[in-house]
């Protein structure tokens, strides 16, 4: 069945470095593939995504790869600050739609 | 513009009881997507309705159903409880029902 595959688990970074987070998926039909934040006791919030026909997008400081040959796509954060502190979700979805399927998540620490 | 509200935000309830939970979408959005969020499964999808149909369906028990109304808004119900559904459970909407899913704060569930 569908799998997203994400790591590391736990980043600890030094503010103004840069954090780079990786999933991979199993399903060659997905083509959409957001990041959500999640901070402590809060909602995810999307903040970047990418679709099958884009191989990179770029946001600010965050950025976001696909590799379709390969099944991944990664999450590029630059200069780190403390509020980048937060657990980050990758997902893929196929067609679009409401199916998201969720990596299990990357805890980042940036230390100030 | 208001965001996707859920309703209730906490509910404690006996097992072998139901449960019924509330999202109200962005408005103007047609797609609603139900999520179980927990520290040890991460995020699972539940459920994705579009236009009052179900559209797809994630791999959880039939005691988990839901339901949308002609006005958007979505119900989720979880019959016979036990103490592993515990969870957080996280509505998310979309305007195209295909990106740019946006979720509520969640509705926090415990079962004892």
């Known amino acids: 069945g569908e799998n997203v595959e994400q790591h590391p688990s736990t980043l600890s970074v030094q503010e103004g470095d840069s954090a780079v987070i990786k999933c991979t998926y199993s399903?060659?039909?997905?083509?959409?593939f957001p990041w959500y934040k999640q901070e402590l006791g809060k909602r995810p919030q999307l903040i970047i995504d990418?679709?099958?026909?884009?191989g990179e997008k770029k946001d600010q400081r965050i950025a976001v790869t696909l590799n379709k040959t390969a099944k991944h796509f990664s999450l590029h954060i630059t200069e780190t600050q403390p509020e980048d502190s937060a657990v980050y979700f990758c997902?893929?979805?196929?067609?679009?739609?409401?199916?998201?399927?969720f990596g299990q998540g990357t805890e980042l620490s940036v230390k100030p | 513009k208001a965001g996707v509200t859920q309703t209730p935000r906490y509910l404690i309830k006996t097992r072998g009881q139901q449960v019924t939970l509330s999202c109200s979408p962005i408005?103007?959005?047609?797609?609603v997507s139900w999520y179980q969020q927990t520290p040890g499964q991460g995020l699972q999808f539940l459920f994705e309705y579009f236009s009052e149909t179900q559209r797809n369906k994630g791999n959880f028990p039939g005691r988990f159903s839901g339901r949308q109304f002609s006005n958007s808004r979505s119900e989720m119900n979880v019959s016979t409880l036990e103490l592993g559904d515990s969870a957080l459970y996280l509505c998310?909407?979309?305007?195209?029902?295909?990106?740019?899913?946006?979720f509520g704060s969640g509705t926090r569930l415990t079962v004892v």
């Open positions: 990418i679709r099958s026909n884009v």
């Open positions: 998310a909407s979309s305007l195209t029902g295909s990106y740019g899913y946006t």
């Open positions: 399903d060659s039909a997905s083509n959409y």
């Open positions: 997902a893929a979805s196929i067609n679009g739609g409401g199916k998201l399927i």
């Open positions: 408005s103007g959005h047609r797609s």
